[in-house]
Structure formats: C-alpha cells, structure tokens
C-alpha cells in the first residue's frame, strides 16, 4: 500500500525568513495581441483550456515561454482560443503568455476533438463543484512526495510529445514551479492509477500532494523543479510585535519588510484598502526588528504589496489596537 508514496520528506529548520527581491524582475512591460481566430483543438490547447470548459471558470491562464519554439506553438494553437491574450516582455524577450476569456467556439472545439489529454484533464477535475476549493477556514495540510518511479507511465506518443513540451515550457528555462488543483479527489492508494496523476509525474521533475488533514481531500499537487522541502519557521522568523516610535507605529510585514504607519492621519480599518499614509523599508539582514530605524534603512517606492488572509488580519488588528489605546490615552 502506498509504495508511490515516499516514506519520508525533508525538512528545512530557517531562523529568519527570505527577503523578497524587487529588482529586476520587477521591470516588465506586457503587449496586448490580438489573436486569430481559432482553426482548431490540439492536445496542447486542451491541456490550457480544460480548467475554463469543464469548469465553467473564467480562467486567468500563464504559460511560460523560455524559447521561440514554444512561443509560436502556443500563439498558434492556445492563443486563439482566448479573447484577451497579453505577452509579458523583460529584457527584450517574451517570457509568457498570458490568457483570459475563451471564445464562444472554444468550448465546441474542445468536446468534439479527441486526444489523450481529455481523459487526464476529465480525471483531474472529478467534478465540477469548484466551491470545494474553498474551506471558508485555514486548512492543515499534509504534505506527501510522490515516489514517480512507482507510477505506471501515462500515454501515447501524442500524450509524450506534450509531457516534453511542458516540461520544457515550465523547467526548460528559468524553472517555475507551479500547481494543479484537482477536484473529488480523496487521498487513497487507488491514485496511484489516477491518469492525471500519472500524466504530470511524467513531466514533473518533482512532485507532491497536498492533502487536508481534516477531509482526506487532494488539494494541490505541487510540481517543482527540486525535491520538495517543507520549512519550518523558528520563533525568531515569525513576524516580531509592533514597536510604536511617537506617532509611527512600526510593522514586521514579514520577509524582512518593515512598514512605518503615519497614526496620526490612519483612521481604524474596518477593510483591508492599504493604509492612509505609510512607507515600506526593507530590513537589512544584519539588522533586528527592534533595532530598525528608518533613517538608516532602504527604502522601496510604493507600497502596495498582495499579503494572505492572515498577514492582512494581523496588520489591520496591530494598527486598530493601537490607535484604541491612543484613543483612550487621550480620554
């Protein structure tokens, strides 16, 4: 039982947490183009397009680009299919395609052209309930490596030809890990025949499954260039309280950033929408939260950044409470 499973997984100790890195890879322009009409379904075109046809979900849809080859095949059979396709250029080269909206037609194409690949993604997705994906609650997870060796080999030539076209699309260049999401999908040692499951573990240089501790649900499946590690943040990398400096309050955001909140200007949020009037500082590695100054710190144009629930939550309860006990200090 369970032997495509791997009976152990590493685990990473870390002391602080990584700083994000707004350089370069920040610069990019994206080029809206229009595309043809769309002439046909190949397998490449469903494997991209299944997740909006059987799920009736107006996918936002990123496909990696790190040659010319690739580029062309996929402006030539998956953008057509999309009413809004942007190219995302960074030093002069397309890197990916990014896609929304299928055309009418699509969805027709798609049901009356028959590859390998319409089994996978119709196993991928059970059913079509995308309300699964969410709990309405933080999920605790369970994380497994998938022993691909143990795996029948999924396919035909037509189902190889695409394995290496992902593969090079998403490790070929810059490796970008990703995820697949399944639906209906109950964590059981029947998987291992799974023809999803079988598919990506023939392109995926690693692979896990994430599994809800509570429900026994599959609910990602990791696809990652290296083995996967699961860290675990000591005490001294968890976000560090407040420190209020005269009307400054100033906050550990987290990944060695720091924001400093004007209190004097910032009314009690009731919905996250940013703050009245802050700055954001990175955190230099040598440098502790308690001993930050923003005289000597780094700072970063804008401040607008996309934080989980959580991190959201305990920013906005840091500032409310404080601006309650000035407040009340006034009364």
């Given at each position: 039982?369970?032997?495509?499973?791997?009976?152990?997984?590493?685990?990473?100790y870390?002391?602080?947490?990584?700083?994000?890195?707004?350089?370069?890879?920040?610069?990019?322009r994206?080029?809206?183009?229009?595309a043809?009409?769309?002439?046909g379904?190949?397998?490449?075109?469903?494997y991209?397009t299944a997740?909006?046809?059987?799920?009736?979900?107006?996918?936002?849809?990123?496909?990696?680009v790190?040659?010319?080859?690739i580029?062309?095949r996929?402006?030539?059979?998956?953008?057509?299919?999309?009413?809004?396709?942007?190219?995302?250029v960074?030093?002069?080269?397309?890197e990916?395609v990014h896609?929304?909206q299928?055309?009418?037609?699509?969805?027709e194409?798609f049901?009356?052209t028959?590859t390998g690949?319409i089994?996978v993604?119709k196993?991928?997705?059970?059913?079509?309930?995308?309300?699964?994906?969410?709990?309405?609650?933080?999920?605790?997870?369970?994380?497994?490596t998938?022993?691909?060796?143990?795996?029948?080999?999924?396919?035909?030539e037509?189902i190889?030809e695409?394995?290496?076209?992902?593969?090079?699309?998403?490790?070929?260049?810059?490796?970008?890990?990703?995820?697949?999401?399944?639906l209906?999908?109950?964590?059981?040692?029947s998987?291992?025949?799974?023809?999803?499951?079988?598919f990506?573990?023939?392109?995926?240089?690693?692979?896990?499954?994430?599994?809800?501790?509570?429900?026994?649900?599959?609910?990602?499946?990791?696809?990652?260039d290296?083995?996967?590690?699961?860290?675990?943040?000591l005490?001294?990398?968890?976000?560090?309280p407040?420190?209020r400096v005269?009307?400054y309050?100033?906050?550990?955001?987290g990944?060695?950033?720091?924001?400093?909140?004007?209190?004097?200007?910032?009314p009690?949020?009731?919905?996250?929408?940013?703050?009245a009037?802050?700055?954001?500082?990175?955190l230099?590695?040598?440098t502790?939260f308690?001993?930050?100054?923003?005289?000597?710190?780094?700072?970063?144009?804008?401040?607008?950044?996309f934080?989980d629930?959580?991190?959201?939550?305990r920013?906005?309860?840091?500032?409310?409470?404080?601006?309650?006990?000035t407040?009340?200090?006034?009364?």
């Amino acid at each position: 039982m369970f032997e495509w499973i791997q009976d152990h997984s590493l685990l990473e100790y870390s002391s602080r947490q990584e700083r994000l890195d707004f350089g370069e890879r920040s610069r990019f322009r994206m080029n809206s183009i229009k595309a043809a009409e769309p002439a046909g379904m190949t397998a490449l075109a469903q494997y991209f397009t299944a997740g909006s046809v059987l799920l009736h979900i107006d996918f936002n849809i990123t496909v990696p680009v790190p040659d010319e080859e690739i580029l062309q095949r996929v402006m030539r059979e998956v953008a057509p299919h999309f009413e809004v396709v942007n190219q995302l250029v960074r030093g002069g080269r397309v890197e990916s395609v990014h896609l929304n909206q299928l055309k009418p037609r699509t969805a027709e194409l798609f049901h009356q052209t028959k590859t390998g690949v319409i089994t996978v993604m119709k196993d991928l997705y059970r059913h079509d309930d995308s309300e699964r994906w969410y709990s309405g609650h933080k999920r605790s997870l369970i994380h497994y490596t998938v022993n691909a060796a143990e795996l029948e080999p999924y396919g035909d030539e037509e189902i190889k030809e695409l394995q290496t076209l992902l593969h090079r699309a998403y490790f070929g260049g810059e490796a970008i890990d990703f995820g697949q999401m399944p639906l209906g999908w109950q964590f059981e040692d029947s998987l291992r025949h799974s023809a999803a499951l079988r598919f990506i573990a023939g392109f995926a240089p690693n692979l896990s499954i994430s599994v809800d501790k509570e429900s026994n649900e599959v609910i990602i499946l990791n696809i990652t260039d290296k083995k996967p590690v699961h860290k675990l943040y000591l005490k001294t990398a968890q976000p560090q309280p407040p420190r209020r400096v005269g009307p400054y309050l100033y906050l550990d955001a987290g990944h060695r950033l720091v924001y400093v909140v004007n209190l004097l200007v910032q009314p009690l949020i009731t919905e996250w929408e940013g703050f009245a009037d802050a700055r954001l500082y990175y955190l230099d590695d040598d440098t502790a939260f308690a001993d930050f100054d923003p005289e000597k710190a780094e700072r970063l144009e804008g401040t607008s950044l996309f934080f989980d629930q959580e991190t959201v939550q305990r920013l906005m309860e840091m500032v409310n409470r404080e601006l309650r006990q000035t407040d009340n200090h006034m009364i």
